[in-house]
């Protein structure tokens, strides 16, 4: 069983992928000046699910990211761990 699904709909319909603890899961929506990468990790030491938000320059690609941050469950809420 998959540990993370990623969905996409967009002009031909509707797209999933899986991830794994191994692998992961990173996801970008990009429109052409801004656009958002998102990233699924497990992590080990803590043994939890995080999720990572990076604020991007689309596809123009000018280099620009901003990190927004990491965050993960934690008693039964949302917390920015990074």
Known sequence: MAQYR???QGGR????RLGHKTSGL???ANGWDIGAEVSLSWNEEEQRDELSITINSGSNNNG???PIGTFALE???IEKVV
């Open 75 to 77: 008693d039964d809420h």
């Open 13 to 16: 319909g509707e797209a999933s």
């Open 6 to 8: 990623g969905v996409v």
């Open 64 to 66: 620009l990211k901003i």
């Open 26 to 28: 990173q996801v970008e």
